[in-house]
């Protein structure tokens, strides 16, 4: 029970554990095809029970657009970074803060210069291009430059010797997950993102039967653009500074080329260090010439979507069918901003259960309304500015990040995997991103992640799953210290919660829901106090 609840201080040491990327258990599982990056949560025996602290010296981030460039070294203390890649010009360390200049390796001009090159051969301007995904991605510049064009980029990496390159993107006010590309599906729905994008990301895509380029086209929009640059891109000019033969980065691209064809992509454009694909907008043309070459069958009966410790495929997922070679797979999207409020085309083909165009626009109702008052509970979420991490931990449609679309903040929408639909497709249609989660387990991020959570019958949805301290101390891994928490729940569900985040360093109140006092479902309004790891100098 709750009175025998003690959350006490972890260890200092532990002031960067990631409970599923914990470098030490990784080291059990195989090298090969880095397995043992991937997830491998401790099980309950293995479970630390206690708070992650904060590094000494530890503060509030420094407000987004500033956050962009620079973060300040007590929140991240790792000064190796900046010796290790110093020549790369991706992160400079400047008395009591590091600075990004928005260098990296293939952006010798910066990450503006970069977008804007690409903007060059794909329209980056019209709208039609808001979703992208950035794999194996650095401290995440092209996402963090990407966001003043009105483009949402997911960014992941795994957690390795690079020390904090997620760490650091989040910092910076970046969306960003530690992941990898190994063994299992990445953490979204088929059809998410307008483009993908590796700039020497050290991914080996022509190797293993094209499984990693595979597992790209499967989370790639109908007629959506997968964009390379670095090795082995422009090997021509490049080979010797790169210190490889010409022999081995041509069967490198021959290999590449080669996958991109048996996928259906079509090479649009290389163009100094860039090379651009696109995959088609519907099956049709590729079914024809799968019976002359193939080469990659379709996947078959395997759903899609579903992508939480699912193995990849070398198989072809499949696009919807259509009845016409110049209609796109699952439904043409509105371009951005439009597309935010228009109903997705997973909701309007009737592919969500239970699920209508008329419940779509009236939750989008219902939490413009909620948001505002949540507004009126939580001063830190009013002040413009002043928050800029925001993770919902059941998204359901993705209305509460909708309500925020004005603010000066992202939202990672998670759709747990216990939901009774999946309608992780359909926030991403909206233009939204997220990824699927079990709250049952640690999310793959670093601790400090998030400025605010919301969780919408998150505590209801697993009281017979799973121990409710133990999702609480998860959330209070990834959330800032005075960052704040708002819970919405039945009053019985609240009450129990309360009586464990008392024992936490939460300071919290249970308030009305938006109606007034005569319904059963509460909000619980939450802030987590402002605490850290003791001084290295105390003993």
Known sequence: ASRDFHAPPCAASLSEYTPCEDVQRSLKFPRENLIYRERHCPTEEELLRCRVPAPF??????????????????????????????????????????????????????????????????????????????????????????????????SFAPRDTHEAQVQFALERGVPAL?????????????????????????I???????????????????????????????????????????????EEQDGIEKVAKSLCWKKLVQKGDLAIWQKPTNHIHC??????????????????????????????????????????????????????KSVPPRISSG????????????????????????????????????????????????????????DPVWVMNTVPVEAEVNTLGAIYERGLIGTYMNWCEAMSTYPRTYDFIHGDSVFSLYQNRCKVEDILLEMDRILRPEGSVILRDDVDVLLKVKSFTDAMQWESRIADHEKGPHQREKILFAVKQYWTAPSPDQK
């Open 57 to 154: 010296g530890y503060r509030v981030p420094l407000r987004w657009p500033e956050s962009r460039d620079a973060a300040w070294f007590a929140n991240v203390p790792h000064k190796e970074l900046t010796v290790e890649k110093k020549n790369q010009n991706w992160v400079r360390f400047e008395g009591d803060r590091f600075r990004f200049p928005g260098g990296g390796t293939m952006f010798p001009r910066g990450a503006d210069a970069y977008i804007d090159d690409i903007g060059k051969l794909i329209d980056l301007k019209d709208g039609s291009i808001r979703t992208a995904l950035d794999t194996g991605c650095g401290v995440a510049s092209w996402g963090a430059y990407l966001l003043s064009r009105d483009i949402l980029a997911v």
């Open 178 to 202: 530690i992941g990898v590309l190994a063994s299992i599906r990445l953490p979204y729905p088929s059809r998410s993102f307008d483009m993908a994008h590796c700039s020497r990301c050290l």
């Open 204 to 250: 080996p895509w022509g190797q293993n039967e094209g499984i990693y380029l595979n597992e790209v086209d499967r989370v790639l929009r109908p007629g959506g653009y997968w964009i390379l640059s670095g090795p082995p891109i422009n090997w021509e000019n490049h080979w010797n500074g790169w210190k490889r033969t010409r022999e081995s980065l041509k």
């Open 287 to 340: 079914k024809i010439t799968r019976k002359v070459y193939k080469n990659r069958p379709f996947c078959e009966a395997k759903d899609p979507d579903t992508a939480w410790y699912t193995k990849m495929d070398i198989c072809l997922t499949p696009l919807p069918e259509v009845n016409d070679i110049r209609e796109v797979s699952g439904g043409e999207l509105p371009k951005w901003p439009q597309r935010l």
């Open 351 to 406: 592919s969500l259960k239970g699920i209508t165009g008329k419940m779509f626009k009236e939750n989008n109702e219902l939490w413009k309304k909620r948001v505002a008052y949540y507004k009126t509970l939580d001063y830190q979420l009013a002040e413009r500015g002043r928050y800029r991490n925001l993770l919902d931990m059941n998204a359901y449609l993705g209305g509460f990040a909708a309500a925020l679309i004005d």
